[in-house]
């Protein structure tokens, strides 16, 4: 088994070097040793008492029925409404007046929104969906960019029990497409227009592109609701009867609205991620237990101060991490947070540290190839920045490398904050392992170990636990609060995707390989089947592959994922073209780029594109991607043996270099 990210294990000089939490963050942490203890002592009744953190309308039961195991039921029998949660109960509480968001639009406008001011706005939405006939369990696309109504519409939709599907803003429109029509949505919320990389650019015109017309037009959607952000495009298409602009409607609605509660397992969202196939899957996730442990983990992983502390997830809302720790983790939490709009880069590259010093960001969180990115930029940006309100740092969405992690603690994290390096997934919905920053001791690059109530272990192809040093697969044996309640209408890809593999114990395979080090630390390695990880994206080989071969010049074509300093992976591509197709070299390749940006997304298009007249395969036909990459990453090429023809690599080789 190899580790598909690249990432070299850590020699014992790094694997032994720890960071334990100071005497001053362990005193006033949130959580302590005896979380635990007491998680270990009764796992179920650890969660429930989890779950009491959250405003019930009706109590659970039971806490767990797994009896159709792998589909499981959290908090059976109890009631509540996702989104009174996360807004109405701190206005209840005498918070209507604390900022929930700070945002800061990409072009520099800013707008502060307190927990009044959003319950006012998610009534406003609740009413007009409900108008319109949006009933419990209909679906709603959200395509937008990180603009405030961006969230109201996810807080609308939970507060009616609706399910959404956000969709991110970059991807193309034949992505949007595939989604809505899976899910089949009824209403699709977007915006004329986005910022980016401080330029507008139309985004409902990708939405109309999308839904098509005549024969080819989306069934399901009823409604395209319509923010108007940049004000910009001046061939913006309007399809009467299905077209209606934000400000006519939801902005006129009632700031009053009734909650009912749902069922504990009624469905929050669907989110669609790559898999080691081409199509991507609807993840779906439901109420209770997905809100209990987002709460919790935002509560104790990032040790978070209700009305001190300022929050920022750098993720955009078409990930999970948007979802978990822009929205549910921090809103249920009653955390004033910033959202911010836009790219690191605009206009320049001191955004980040400029916002952090302007709302006195205390607890930050982002992904390593941004890390890496600002040590691209250099120090010298950090430092002309008052830094001292930051706290705590979080990373999340790839491994981290020790260099990276250190260059963080000690530059943007003043050489004193905690790191929380979080391993999760989108199928997993919050955080499973992480350090808990008073507790546990923190070494550069390891996620350490699984949260209080977690359970996770790494094992070998024969479900065997791996001694300290070797590398296995990290699985999850336990069922948790917000785990994947399913694939979108495949429950037997479900079934196949993640339980499979280790059938027999009933265990959650992750996808991830994953090694302990002599103090049981755990380091997860990345990826061991085709998903790629670049810049903390999920993109599959084969939706590249496929995307490739949908080019009339394209018979054949094998992706990998390569070692990039920055991004983490890089995608590489190898073609073969089809007979009597002419190469034309930077011509066909920058087509072919772009193909992959039309089919999936800009941030899928191959770094490289490399055309050759064969590709490597066994003889049972299976390419042999580890060769590809072994010439993508300029390596000695491993065992050729099994090739039908060793020789196709020196025609690569010559092609490639
Ligand atoms: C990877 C993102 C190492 C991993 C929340 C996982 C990580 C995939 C870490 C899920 C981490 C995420 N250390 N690897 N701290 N966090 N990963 O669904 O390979 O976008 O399987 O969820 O990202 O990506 P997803």
């Not at 800061?104 to 307190?114: C, F, L, M, N, S």
């Not at 419990?136 to 960019?145: H, K, L, Q, T």
């Not at 001191?350 to 302007?358: A, D, G, L, P, Y």
Request: contains cysteine.
């Amino acid at each position: 088994m190899s580790s598909s990210t690249g990432q070299s294990v850590p020699t014992s000089h790094e694997a032994g070097q720890s960071f334990p939490p100071s005497r001053d963050f362990a005193d006033q942490a949130n959580a302590g040793a005896e979380l635990y203890t007491r998680a270990d002592a009764d796992r179920l009744e650890f969660w429930a008492e989890q779950a009491r953190a959250l405003d019930w309308d009706t109590d659970f039961t039971d806490v767990l029925d797994w009896s159709n195991a792998p589909f499981a039921k959290w908090f059976v029998g109890g009631k509540l409404n996702v989104a009174v949660n996360c807004v109405d109960r701190h206005v209840a509480a005498g918070n209507g007046d604390r900022v929930a968001i700070h945002w800061v639009g990409e072009p520099g406008d800013h707008r502060d929104i307190t927990y009044s001011q959003l319950l006012g706005d998610v009534s406003r939405a609740a009413n007009y969906f409900d108008s319109i006939g949006l009933r419990p369990g209909d679906r709603v696309a959200i395509y937008m960019p990180m603009v405030p109504e961006a969230i109201v519409t996810m807080l609308a939709c939970a507060r009616l029990g609706l399910t959404h599907s956000v969709v991110f803003a970059g991807f193309s429109s034949t992505a949007l497409r595939s989604r809505v029509d899976d899910a089949e949505a009824k209403l699709v919320v977007t915006t004329d227009g986005q910022y980016r990389r401080g330029k507008p650019a139309p985004l409902k015109a990708n939405v109309d592109e999308a839904l098509g017309t005549g024969d080819d037009a989306a069934v399901s959607v009823q409604t395209v609701l319509v923010v108007r952000r940049t004000n910009h495009d001046p061939e913006l298409n309007w399809v009467s009867g299905r077209d209606v602009w934000w400000d006519d409607t939801v902005a006129e609605a009632s700031d009053h609205h009734e909650p009912d509660a749902f069922d504990s397992e009624q469905p929050l969202f669907l989110l669609y991620t790559s898999g080691t196939t081409g199509k991507p899957k609807g993840i779906l996730h439901t109420s209770g237990g997905y809100l209990t442990q987002v709460r919790y983990t935002f509560h104790n992983v990032f040790d978070h101060k209700e009305g001190r502390d300022v929050f920022w997830c750098g993720a955009d809302i078409g990930w999970v991490t948007g979802h978990s720790y822009l929205v549910y983790g921090p809103l249920s939490n009653g955390a004033t947070e910033v959202v911010y709009e836009g790219t690191p880069n605009s206009p320049n590259e001191h955004r980040h540290f400029e916002i952090i010093e302007r709302y006195g960001v205390s607890i930050y969180y982002i992904a390593p190839t941004l890390i890496r990115t600002f040590m691209k930029w250099g120090r010298e940006i950090p430092d002309a920045h008052d830094l001292s309100s930051l706290r705590l740092l979080g990373s999340v969405g790839e491994p981290i490398n020790p260099e990276a992690w250190r260059w963080y603690r000690e530059v943007i994290g003043h050489d004193s904050c905690p790191i929380v390096d979080t391993w999760w997934q989108t199928e997993t919905g919050a955080i499973m392992i992480s350090p808990l920053p008073g507790v546990t001791d923190a070494k550069p690059g390891s996620a350490m170990r699984p949260l209080p109530g977690i359970s996770a272990t790494i094992v070998d192809d024969d479900a065997a636990p791996v001694a300290a040093g070797e590398q296995g697969y990290l699985v999850l044996d336990k069922p948790w609060p917000s785990m994947l309640r399913g694939i979108w209408g495949d429950d037997q890809r479900f079934i196949d995707t993640y339980w499979s593999r280790f059938a027999d114990q009933g265990w959650y395979f992750a996808g991830d390989g994953a090694r302990y080090d002599d103090d049981h630390a755990l380091w997860v390695l990345g990826r061991i089947d085709d998903v790629m990880n670049v810049s903390g994206h999920r993109i599959s080989t084969s939706e590249v592959e496929s995307a490739l071969v949908n080019h009339h010049s394209v018979a054949e074509a094998a992706v990998i994922g390569a070692a990039d300093a920055t991004t983490g992976q890089g995608i590489v591509a190898f073609v073969i073209l089809r007979g009597g197709v002419e190469d034309t070299g930077d011509t066909l390749i920058a087509e072919l780029r772009d193909q992959v940006a039309k089919d999936i997304s800009p941030i899928a298009k191959p770094r490289e594109v490399l055309v050759v007249p064969e590709l490597p395969k066994t003889r049972s036909g299976k390419i042999m991607r580890r060769l590809l990459k072994d010439v993508a990453e300029g390596r000695e090429l491993g065992d050729t043996s099994t090739l039908v023809d060793p020789t196709v690599f020196e025609e690569i080789r010559l092609r490639g270099n």
